[in-house]
């Protein structure tokens, strides 16, 4: 079965960075679409980042120049690398494979 584990959100001041990590297993990682998406009480999940296994990827452009999508083969870890972080980037965020399977999410609070 596939499972996928987000970590690494967590509280830091605007202007600071943060890297999450989803830890993905039962799927060809090597393969699989990625994607982080993140979502506000209220509001509907937003698609943060993607990235097929050729390595493009495509970013919400509100976090263009600010978020990179990348994975380690290795270790079958996504990574979501997050600089000059704002407080409008406060959400729960959510690791996503194969368009099917989703992860239980990580909270990132931008505050000061």
């Known amino acids: 079965q596939v499972q996928l584990v987000e970590s690494g959100g967590g509280l830091v001041q605007p202007g600071g960075s943060l890297r999450l990590s989803c830890t993905a297993s039962g799927l060809e990682f090597d393969r699989a679409f990625f994607a982080w998406f993140r979502q506000t009480p209220g509001s509907e999940r937003v698609l943060v980042a993607r990235?097929?296994?050729?390595?493009?990827?495509k970013y919400l452009d509100s976090v263009e120049g600010r978020f990179t999508i990348s994975r380690d083969v290795t270790t079958n870890t996504l990574y979501l690398q997050m600089d000059r972080l704002q407080p409008e980037d406060t959400a729960v965020y959510y690791c996503?494979?194969?368009?099917?399977?989703w992860g239980q999410g990580t909270q990132v609070t931008v505050s000061p």
């Open positions: 990235q097929h296994s050729s390595g493009f990827a």
């Open positions: 996503h494979a194969n368009n099917q399977h």
